[in-house]
């Protein structure tokens, strides 16, 4: 009996809860639908350019769903490049306010915005910025503006790029756990982390030059954009010229030393309003919200843009990493639809997987035999993320896109002399002379090392074959490229590994020429679970996001970054095509 009635309190309170739920839920439905509408752009508008929310490329919102975007912890650069070009033609939006600090993107991506904010004063409308501080990315996306403020107070950093690369050979010593590795005989740079506790000179040699190049591309566009050389950028760079706002305002890296209400006069003055009045601030967020209702293309004939994002994993695949099952199939609908007449595959990945990376490249290899297909590069399309895009008719990249490396590799954690030092000791029984093959608590051994090798070399094989065939060169001249070494979009496409320098809308055009069409609608793919969906799963426990930001904060960055990294190397499993090391450029 007492069991009959806790069973019946059970259900009666999950009804309850339910209950409240359905109707917070309710409640919340008319709150967004209220918002949505309500949002509305005032004349002589200033849209505010303030992206506090980390960038990913494609975050999938359906522009139907009332929770799109609520709960996102990231911001769709898809929809920050649409929302400028709509604002272009806006003729309520008289202007743009970059308010920006620690900008979280890629420095792909932060060219890719500040290409569509150039291109935005080309109406001329004007784009101010505004810094308490300016770190080096910031300071980039903001040198486009034509005025550009900076706090009396603040601070800037100017002085180059620089990159780390985290060595674990002492760690492995010291612990007892080791990665055991095993790569292609050339491919010198690989994985060299739990071979060495320093960088070797060939190392040191291909990072000093993909950072140059990448800091050659920047000091380009800022130089155009601030009317210096390059020379002179250069110099404030080795003196640290810009250490101090006033040091900044003499060298001309700004225009002026100003607080945010002194800055909101000049804004009031390019916006030529009275003293009593107000700017009317339009946020990014709430404009996108508006903008995405707006089509900059539109047509019968349709062009499919499929975002491959993150690292490469077998599986399904998600918003934050790519697996055959998600790609493939947004590559079948695409091929299957008759309205769509060519395809961008928009990639941006450092590898991983060896083999999901040929089942997607055989997948394109199938949509290519009837529809064209083009590749837009993002931050980074290495390795694996190269291995997908090579069989495309074209490939685009930005200056500041890192590819190629392009070469294999296996690493197998093993833990042999941890357990050793601990006492625990592993005895195995097998029905044939190699049915035990491996085990962590035993050293490897030399056939089973052997074995793998073997497959290495077979893979990198194949995967110069894929070169070979989609770069239409020798196996040869293939090699030469190889050898895991990474390349900025400029010298891959002095190399020859990719076609041309651009962004994804350069794509899409290259596209729809090569479909021989004129206008065209844009399809996105993949779509992922909506926001609410999202909200519904995390809701009876914490999320993966929330526990990782959970972490960061209590560890601090640099400590979670070299627990991502460890994390990361215990979780590969296979033949991995990806970048040889985890580069930190800043």
């Not at 030529?272 to 919200?289: A, H, K, M, P, T």
């Not at 779509?527 to 996001?545: A, P």
Request: aromatic share 10%; glycine share 10%.
């Amino acid at each position: 009996m007492k069991f009959l009635r806790n069973l019946l309190a059970a259900i009666l309170g999950s009804l309850i809860a339910f209950g409240i739920l359905f109707v917070m839920f309710l409640i919340f439905i008319s709150l967004a639908g209220s918002a949505e509408d309500g949002v509305s752009i005032p004349n002589k508008a200033v849209l505010e350019l303030q992206i506090e929310d980390p960038i990913k490329d494609y975050v999938g919102n359906d522009e139907l769903d009332p929770f799109g975007g609520f709960f996102e912890e990231s911001q769709g650069l898809d929809e920050i490049l649409h929302a400028i070009q709509v604002a272009k033609e806006d003729d309520k939006i008289k202007g743009i306010s970059i308010n920006n600090n620690f900008l979280v993107a890629g420095l792909s991506q932060t060219q890719a915005i500040r290409d569509a904010l150039k291109d935005f004063k080309t109406s001329g409308k004007f784009v101010y910025a505004f810094g308490d501080f300016y770190l080096q990315k910031d300071y980039y996306l903001s040198s486009v503006a034509d005025k550009m403020y900076l706090n009396p107070v603040g601070g800037m950093d100017f002085k180059g790029l620089s990159a780390e690369v985290l060595y674990y050979k002492g760690l492995q010593e010291k612990t007892g756990v080791k990665m055991e590795v095993i790569r292609h005989g050339k491919y010198k740079s690989a994985v060299e982390p739990y071979l060495s506790d320093e960088m070797s000179e060939a190392n040191r040699t291909q990072i000093s030059e993909l950072i140059n190049s990448l800091w050659d591309s920047m000091l380009g566009d800022i130089a155009e954009g601030r009317n210096m050389s390059e020379q002179d950028l250069n110099v404030i760079a080795d003196t640290l010229g810009a250490r101090k706002p006033e040091y900044a305002e003499m060298s001309g890296l700004i225009d002026g030393l100003a607080n945010y209400d002194e800055y909101e006069e000049y804004l009031k003055t390019a916006l030529e309003l009275g003293e009593d009045e107000d700017v009317n601030y339009v946020s990014l967020y709430d404009y996108i919200r508006t903008a995405n209702k707006k089509k900059i293309y539109s047509g019968k004939d349709k062009i499919a843009i499929i975002y491959a994002q993150g690292e490469i994993y077998y599986g399904e695949g998600s918003p934050d990493f790519i697996g055959q099952g998600i790609i493939n199939n947004a590559l079948r609908k695409a091929r299957e639809d008759e309205s769509v007449k060519a395809i961008v595959l928009r990639v941006n990945s450092p590898g991983g997987s060896a083999l999901v990376s040929d089942i997607i490249w055989r997948e394109i290899e199938l949509t290519k035999a009837e529809k064209p297909v083009v590749v837009s590069m993002g931050n980074v399309a290495a390795s694996g993320g190269y291995y997908i895009a090579v069989g495309a008719d074209r490939i685009f990249a930005e200056p500041t896109t890192i590819t190629g490396s392009i070469g294999v590799f296996g690493t197998i954690p093993n833990i042999s002399e941890l357990a050793g030092n601990i006492g625990i000791n592993a005895e195995q029984v097998g029905t044939n002379k190699n049915s035990v093959d491996y085990s962590v608590f035993e050293p490897m051994s030399d056939s089973f090392r052997a074995v793998i090798q073997e497959g290495i070399e077979d893979t990198y094989n194949t995967f110069l074959d894929r070169v070979s065939q989609g770069r239409n060169i020798s196996i040869a001249e293939a090699d030469s490229l190889a050898q895991g070494r990474v390349w900025s979009g400029t010298d891959a496409k002095r190399l020859g590994l990719i076609d041309e320098l651009g962004g994804l809308d350069d794509a899409v055009t290259a596209a729809a020429s090569l479909a021989e069409v004129e206008s065209f609608g844009i399809k996105k793919y993949p779509r992922y679970k909506s926001g609410f969906e999202r909200f519904m799963e995390d809701f009876g426990g914490t999320s993966v996001q929330h526990k990782e930001a959970f972490i960061q904060a209590e560890v601090g960055e640099e400590a979670y970054t070299i627990l991502k990294q460890i994390k990361r190397a215990m979780q590969q499993k296979g033949i991995q095509a990806r970048m040889p090391f985890a580069l930190n450029i800043k």
